[in-house]
């Protein structure tokens, strides 16, 4: 069934619902693949370190703690950094904003092979995070300029894949870089993933100012009734919704479902990062030692979370409801992981453990996001979705940094991933007694 049988434009005409749909069609195939193409190596960059680790470590003598708090520290300077990008952005434009963001990280990232010490590794880490500080929350944001709600579960969950992707990509790419060109011109395999994975951010932030327009309004490749579709149901979206008034940044603040959404955010982001981060290190843990078989084995659990990101996506969508979809893969996330310590000499069992919870954790991602713009009015999305992404990312840097701690205190991944997992367990409860008294669920339906 179509969304819209007929459609109200701002001129006054109706357009039927075939013409509603090739327009969405055609805005969708515009931006999606480029968004998705530019989120894969935004998160091979912020996540490579979790197979370099498996080399360098060695070379460089770091503990299973340095790394953890290292891979943290990456969000430290994205959470100080994110309110002020995404602000800027809603001034300056998507165009303008994803040059400079790509283009630092992209350098940055390349200069990570330099990194000889703990110190070192640290500093890196944390000005990678400033420089990518407002990517993710300002795509978000830019969705929301060329899509209603009632489509946006789709289109995010398509960003979203970009995520799972990297990890399918990342994982034989990465590994066959280390494993080939080891000693080549006498540098180590991570030096050389660090700098040929780097390197396409900067060509495609260069792509993105030339490719990009920041409103429909500004696309020279739609047509006037075209943009009538896109303007008006954003302009009937704004209209429908009781007292979304939007006053900026000050809106944002003090607008409390923020307030619960940062909540959530923090314990969905939690089990997120963890599988980004340690799935290399879970798989060679259970006994694959082979780093191109490590490597093939990750890309079967980030295909897993590209499933998960799709079809989790799409039913929340297609029923028009969040907080169940939510709840239930945060439930999943939480039983996968309290189960994966007697799985430990399996390796299929495992893997499997690991998949499930990659499309849960991918999946109530998405349905996450779907929540933030239906609840933020007019001018604050901008700054009230940086700021959900800036403080319940605190829960970027404490995954890590906590499996690292106590990996390093026990020996052993799992008891770290099952705090994880009741943080998981947490936000599906929050999300039942809290978000909806505070009205998210039924903005997000």
């Known amino acids: ?25 055609k805005v969708t195939w515009r931006l999606m693949p480029f968004l998705i193409i530019c989120y894969i190596v935004s998160y091979l960059d912020r996540a490579n370190i979790s197979f370099a680790k498996l080399q360098f470590m060695n070379d460089l003598g770091f503990s299973e703690a340095a790394y953890g708090l290292g891979a943290g520290l990456f969000f430290v300077g994205y959470v100080l950094f994110e309110v002020p990008s995404n602000v800027l952005m809603q001034r300056i434009g998507a165009r303008r904003t994803l040059l400079r963001i790509m283009v630092l990280w992209g350098l ?31 795509v978000i944001y830019f969705l929301t300029c060329w ?5 946006r579960g789709r289109v995010t969950g398509f960003f979203m894949m970009g995520a799972a992707a990297a990890g399918i990509i990342g994982g034989p790419v990465s590994t066959w870089i280390m494993v080939h060109m080891s000693g080549l011109h006498g540098l180590h395999g991570w030096q050389w993933l660090f700098l040929l994975e780097g390197m396409p951010a900067v060509i495609l932030g260069v792509v993105a100012y030339c490719f990009l327009c ?25 209209q429908q919704a009781p007292g979304k008034k ?22 969905v982001l939690v089990s997120f990062n963890a599988i980004g981060f340690w799935a290399p290190t879970i ?15 990750s890309s079967l659990v980030f295909l897993a979370g590209a499933l998960g990101t ?63 713009p239906s609840f933020l009015p007019g001018d604050s999305k901008a700054g009230g979705i940086a700021l959900i992404t800036s403080l319940g990312g605190i829960g970027a840097f404490v995954s890590p940094t906590l499996v690292g701690a106590m990996k390093a205190s026990t020996g052993s991944i799992y ?14 409860l929050l999300m039942f007694f809290t978000t909806q008294r505070a009205g998210i669920a039924q903005a997000g339906r």
Request: hydrophobic residues 50%; glycine residues 8%; neutral net charge.
């Open 283 to 297: 798989i060679r843990d259970i006994g694959v030692k082979d780093l191109v078989d490590v490597g093939w084995l």
């Open 108 to 138: 940055i990232s390349s200069a990570m092979m330099f990194v000889n010490s703990p110190t070192a590794f640290y500093v890196m880490r944390f000005f990678l995070g400033a420089a990518e500080a407002g990517f993710f929350p300002g």
């Open 1 to 25: 069934m179509s969304i819209a049988q007929t459609h109200p434009s701002p001129m006054g005409a109706t357009q039927p619902a075939s013409e509603v749909e090739q327009t969405y069609r």
């Open 415 to 428: 008891m770290g991933l099952t705090i994880l997992g009741a943080i998981s367990l947490a936000g599906a």
């Open 147 to 151: 899509f209603p709600s009632a489509r």
């Open 246 to 267: 939007g006053h900026g940044l000050r809106n944002a603040l003090s607008n409390p479902k923020v307030y619960v959404g940062i909540a959530v955010y923090f314990c």
């Open 310 to 372: 799709y079809f989790i996506g799409y039913s929340s969508d297609r029923k028009m409801e969040r907080r169940w979809h939510l709840a239930a893969s945060c439930a999943v996330v939480t039983l996968c992981f309290a189960l994966l310590p007697l799985a430990h000499h399996s390796v299929a069992l495992s893997i499997a453990l690991l998949s499930l919870a990659a499309a849960a954790s991918y999946g109530s991602f998405v349905v996450f996001w779907t929540l933030p």
């Open 214 to 238: 920041d409103k429909p309004a500004d696309a020279a490749w739609l047509t006037t009734r075209e943009k009538a579709i896109v303007l008006g149901d954003l302009a009937a979206e704004e």
